[in-house]
């Protein structure tokens, strides 16, 4: 799935892209990603508006409208926005086509359907799945990282990591990696770290996921950017992945385990 450094990627090269250009027309081959919204109300509502602004709350890319509305995208597992000339053959899986007035396409595929694009009115406060996330991974100061980690006191940190109403933005990949960078073995239970775990931990979750960004994400599987190029991070990736090839530190063979339901990947020698 598509965490946060792989949606901030393609918000940056949406921003650049589509700000400012005007949807003249859609064409909805699946109404699935537009939930309760009949494909009229959405057609009704989105075309002939512009782009305002293109944003990012954890793994959810907002597309503000001209109209007041505004999109709010979900790429789940398998989703992919692409930005394409009209004159590449659509491909199977494709389920939504925005048609810009530049004369490209913004399409939306996915393999396996979990992935949305809904329409919102009125203020984005008030949204549900907006109002429940919990602080933005990179904008938590250490300060405000220790205070929820305090609120928690038990659970594995792992768990936690990948909880979105705790910390919004972190899922398999950068937990991993994340833990890894602070030698933390993703069993511990929150209330045995120390400061200086803390402290590390929440570097880590900064450097990681900044440096992902600047190699615009980690194409694991389904993953590519606005232009359907894949990501670069995958061979920076220090644990994710990584079980039975040698710790890129101590030589160590990287092991996998399951935290809740969750695989991790983690050095059994470098993560105590
Ligand atoms: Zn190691």
Redesign the pocket.
């Known amino acids: 799935m598509p965490e946060l450094p792989e949606v901030e990627t393609i918000r940056l090269q949406m921003k650049e892209e589509i700000e400012g250009k005007k949807i003249e027309s859609t064409k909805v081959i699946s109404d699935k990603p537009l939930g309760n919204t009949t494909v009229e109300e959405f057609k009704e509502r989105v075309e002939g508006a512009f782009i305002k602004d293109v944003k990012r709350r954890a793994k959810i890319l907002i597309i503000k409208l001209s109209t007041g509305d505004s999109l709010l995208i979900h790429l789940k597992l398998t989703g992919r926005l692409l930005l394409l000339r009209p004159s590449v053959p659509i491909e199977k899986h494709t389920h939504l086509i925005f048609n810009l007035n530049d004369g490209h396409q913004l399409r939306f595929w996915d393999l396996r359907r979990f992935g949305y694009v809904k329409l919102v009115s009125g203020k984005l406060k008030e949204v549900l799945e907006l109002k429940k996330l919990g602080p933005e991974a990179l904008e938590l100061s250490l300060n405000e990282f220790r205070n929820i980690l305090a609120g928690k006191r038990s659970g594995k940190i792992k768990s936690l990591l990948l909880d979105q109403h705790f910390i919004a933005g972190i899922g398999n990949i950068y937990s991993d990696e994340a833990l890894f960078y602070a030698g933390i073995h993703p069993e511990r239970n929150v209330a045995t770290l120390k400061e200086d775990e803390i402290a590390r931990l929440h570097e880590g979750i900064r450097k990681i996921m900044s440096s992902a960004i600047s190699y615009r994400g980690s194409s694991m599987d389904d993953y590519v950017d606005l232009f359907g190029k894949q990501g670069d991070f995958v061979p920076r990736h220090k644990v994710y992945r990584r079980m039975g090839k040698p710790?890129k530190?101590?030589g160590?063979l990287i092991k996998r385990i399951k935290v809740g339901g969750r695989s991790a990947h983690f050095?059994p020698?470098?993560q105590v």
């Open positions: 710790c530190a101590c160590s050095c020698k470098c």
